[in-house]
């Protein structure tokens, strides 16, 4: 009985720890968390008549900054033993607008993923033992520091409203 409650509260306080952080985000003000900075800011407003009800539409560039100081490298996931499959982009944060309609096929969510990493890797050279070679390899996705990486939604929300955004931070947990 007593290794039953021990493993439930081990799985109580376990549980929060490995979860995502959602945090609920202000027009120009941004969330900073572990040297990034979380944001959103309109670029644009204007009023949308559809089918007979009056909305307010908003152009959004969400974004993320590194205010760290240093190079923010986010390394490969690996799955299992097999080898995981690279791509150009890697989702960091998801940014939900709470009251967008999406009606007229706008937007309701937009990601921010940074892009790959390339360095000069040293490898054995096959031909001359003893000796190496460099060669261009990914490395994983980055962020310099002062890097902004931003993406553009359109989002259509009630009359008379502004858009209510949160965001999703995606961890690594093969860096914390």
């Known amino acids: 009985m007593r290794k039953i409650k021990i493993y439930l509260a081990l799985t109580l306080f376990a549980i929060p720890a490995l979860s995502q952080q959602i945090v609920d985000i ?11 900075e979380y ?16 909305y307010n539409r ?3 560039n969400i974004y993320v900054t590194n205010k760290s100081g240093c190079l923010k490298l986010l390394p490969f996931v690996s799955k299992g033993n097999s080898a995981s499959s690279s791509t150009d982009e890697m989702q960091i944060a998801e940014f939900n607008c709470l009251n967008a309609t999406g009606k007229r096929l706008t937007a309701k969510k937009g990601t921010v993923s940074a892009k790959t990493w390339y360095t000069n890797v040293k490898i054995p050279d096959e031909q001359v033992k003893e000796k190496y070679r460099f060669v261009n390899a990914e490395a ?12 553009k939604i359109i989002v259509i929300v009630p009359k008379g409203e502004r858009p209510k955004m949160n965001c999703r931070i995606i961890y690594f947990p093969e860096l914390q």
């Open 26 to 36: 202000e027009e120009n003000s941004p969330y900073s968390y572990n040297g990034l």
């Open 39 to 54: 944001g959103y800011y309109i670029s644009n407003e204007s009023s949308k008549e559809v089918k007979g009800d009056e």
């Open 58 to 60: 908003f152009e959004l």
């Open 140 to 151: 994983g996705y980055a962020i310099r520091n002062g890097q902004t990486i931003t993406t």
